[in-house]
């Protein structure tokens, strides 16, 4: 009996810490949403945190999109032409990184890149007090720190998303025909015909701009809700690279059957 | 000053960037179409089997892609497939008795629908319909035909 | 009780307050009035909220019961708006320096002008080097917060504090981690600021030596109440056991050394080690 109650109230415990974590972080994103016009006042503090935010996720992006493009055409390749049918290996690499490996991708690396050095930053930034004191000078933290990253966030994972595509797309073509030699025409217009803009490109980028909501989301309301302890920040930087990627995955499950269903 | 200066340059290089890869997704890889205005015309087809066929099929003439498959339905009146297509506004020349034929291009590829000119003098004009069609070729009542027909050679 | 027989003209007024954190209430009927232009000293042992009655004072935590009134105005009750404006006219020292640390240390004292006024260059960098002398720290405006000492980190945090001209200063223990050097120039700037400016001070401290030196009241606030209050003087020759042994620093007497436990010959003994009971 006693055993059944103390689950039951292990249950309820955390069905109502969830519920209350829910309320505070939608409060968080409501003021931040709020300092939307202050972003736009001072634009200068939004390109600093374009940069940091954005420019510094370049290398990885770059890399890691050259790579998956020229594997999986690589891959592709090796399936396909047992059927013959490599002429529709741009269609495979170009749907399969602009629906899905483009958009997901992107935002992994980016949460492990940018989404970290957010919360690690904020985390300090609270432990070291400079947060308090910014409330003492009458500045408001959340307009001054947050509200700029939250939108630099949110405009640079698109961004780095198309960069990903195209990127990709170039490298798989480099392999696929140039090394592999499939006929150039039929790679690009087959996947000229089978990809659509509004279906596909659209979409894949919807995707992206949901993906960078979340992950900077989940960043910054770790970073400002970090136990300010060099082992609070810590362990708030894991907590937001892994609710990060579980978010991610289980909203790309969520769109792709919206959208491609 | 110079930092700040510098960081605005990357992030314009950045952001410049970006849409660059984003206009190359939409006119190289996609196929983007709302920039042209070219709508060209209608005409449908009546098929008694369009097998694979899909919306966003080519259409071509002689190989050269002219239009698309716009619209498959079924109507049933006729009890058949009506597939409707768009042709470029600039094949303006195609006889009323063009013949629409649906073949696949290799052996495993997607399907497409061909057009082959006939001699009328009348050209054909936004809704009109193609009388003479010959449908996709499904693979099992190939092997079918050829099996009975190997069968009773047999006897 | 509490200080408020002592005074002339209250600049804050702290009535009945209350406030726990999770389920250890830290204060229980906290009342204290603080004199303007005086500096006032908050003492006690750590743990007792010295600092949580700072953040209430900026209005960075509200209290669950009681109110606090600076300048006449409760400070809990106010709006966002007017709460920044009041914070406008209140400087406080962090413990840790607080600055800012991707900002030089001429950036982050001209940080609250640039946030708050639209003033030309040259005005906010006369202001700022005005404030570095004060402290002694003009040569050391183009390095960064990482380069300094922990001590010249608190005196750039305190020009910074100052920048705004202040009607309120607070320090969050001002003394605690500086060497002797360093430690006499903030005694003696916390002094000159009190006196050349007339800015109301409110000191947290567990440091008896320099405390008493430049206070010119004393509260000593231990579980959640006001303990023992007066100027330094009156506190030394207090006959309450409680101030003279925090005054004194001696280790065992009314406030216990132990944390509570159970009898030590059982712990050693006993096959089980019992849970030292819960501090509330």
């Not at chain 1, 003021?31 to 990885?60: A, M, N, T, W």
């Not at chain 1, 890149?113 to 004191?133: C, F």
Request: charged fraction near 15%.
């Amino acid at each position: 009996m006693t055993f059944f109650t103390n689950l039951l109230q292990m249950i309820g415990a955390f069905a109502i810490n969830t519920v209350a974590s829910f309320g505070r972080a939608s409060i968080f994103l409501f003021q931040i949403i709020l300092g939307f016009k202050d972003v736009i006042l001072r634009s200068s503090l939004l390109i600093k945190e374009l940069y940091s935010v954005g420019v510094l996720s370049l290398l990885i992006i770059v890399f890691s999109a050259t790579f998956v493009g020229m594997v999986l055409s690589l891959l592709g390749y090796v399936t396909l032409v047992d059927f013959g049918a490599e002429s529709s290996l741009g269609v495979l690499v170009a749907l399969s990184l602009i629906r899905e490996l483009g958009p997901v991708l992107s935002a992994l690396l980016f949460s492990g890149r940018a989404g970290s050095a957010l919360t690690a930053e904020i985390g300090l930034m609270k432990a070291t007090e400079q947060l308090a004191s910014m409330e003492m000078m009458a500045v408001d933290p959340i307009r001054r720190i947050i509200s700029p990253r939250f939108f630099a966030g949110l405009i640079s994972l698109p961004l780095l998303t198309l960069l990903f595509m195209g990127i990709g797309i170039y490298s798989g073509y480099m392999v696929g025909s140039v090394w592999l030699g499939v006929d150039e025409g039929s790679f690009w217009s087959q996947m000229q015909s089978k990809v659509d803009f509004r279906g596909d490109v659209v979409n894949g980028l919807i995707k992206s701009v949901v993906f960078g909501f979340v992950v900077t989301w989940i960043a910054l309301y770790q970073g400002y809700n970090a136990y300010p302890t060099s082992e609070g920040v810590s362990r708030a930087t894991t907590n937001s690279v892994v609710y990060s990627a579980l978010a991610v995955l289980g909203l790309d499950f969520l769109l792709t059957a919206l959208m491609f269903m | 000053m110079g930092s700040s200066r510098k960081t605005e340059i990357t992030v314009g290089a950045f952001v410049l960037m970006a849409l660059l890869a984003f206009v190359y997704l939409a006119l190289n890889v996609s196929n983007l179409t709302g920039f042209s205005s070219d709508k060209g015309y209608q005409v449908s087809a009546s098929f008694d089997n369009i097998g694979g066929l899909s919306k966003r099929a080519k259409v071509t003439l002689s190989g050269v892609a002219v239009g698309r498959v716009i619209d498959i339905s079924y109507d049933k009146e006729t009890f058949r497939a009506k597939v409707t297509m768009r042709i470029n506004s600039d094949v303006n020349y195609l006889p009323t008795d063009t013949q629409a034929s649906i073949y696949t291009s290799g052996l495993l590829g997607e399907q497409y629908i061909s057009l082959e000119p006939g001699a009328e003098d009348d050209v054909l004009k936004d809704s009109s319909q193609l009388d003479i069609t010959q449908s996709a070729l499904v693979l099992e009542e190939l092997i079918g035909k050829f099996m009975s027909s190997f069968m009773s050679k047999k006897e | 009780m509490g200080c408020d027989n002592i005074l002339s003209d209250t600049f804050i007024k702290i009535r009945d307050l209350h406030f726990s954190r999770g389920d250890r209430e830290i204060f229980s009927g906290v009342s204290l009035d603080i004199p303007t232009g005086k500096i006032t000293a908050i003492m006690g042992p750590s743990g007792t909220g010295k600092t949580t009655l700072l953040r209430m004072l900026g209005g960075q935590l509200q209290p669950s019961q009681g109110t606090v009134e600076v300048e006449g105005l409760d400070i809990a009750s106010l709006n966002r708006k007017d709460l920044y404006k009041a914070r406008r006219r209140m400087g406080m020292l962090f413990q840790s320096g607080a600055l800012l640390t991707d900002l030089s240390v001429f950036e982050n004292i001209a940080f609250p002008i640039r946030e708050h006024y639209n003033f030309r260059e040259s005005m906010v960098r006369d202001l700022v080097l005005l404030k570095l002398e004060l402290v002694g720290l003009r040569g050391a405006h183009a390095l960064m917060p990482a380069e300094l000492s922990g001590g010249m980190q608190r005196r750039v945090s305190l020009a910074r504090a100052i920048i705004l001209d202040p009607v309120l200063m607070m320090y969050d223990e001002p003394f605690t981690g500086l060497d002797p050097v360093t430690l006499g120039t903030i005694v003696t700037l916390i002094k000159e600021l009190n006196q050349s400016l007339g800015i109301t001070s409110v000191l947290v401290s567990h440091d008896i030596h320099e405390t008493f030196s430049i206070a010119d009241y004393v509260c000593i606030l231990s579980e959640g109440k006001v303990m023992a209050a007066g100027a330094p003087q009156e506190l030394m020759e207090s006959k309450s056991e409680f101030v003279q042994q925090f005054v004194q620093g001696k280790p065992d007497g009314p406030m216990p050394f132990h944390f509570p436990a159970g009898s030590l010959s059982n712990d050693l003994l006993g096959s089980k080690l019992e849970k030292g009971q819960h501090l509330s």
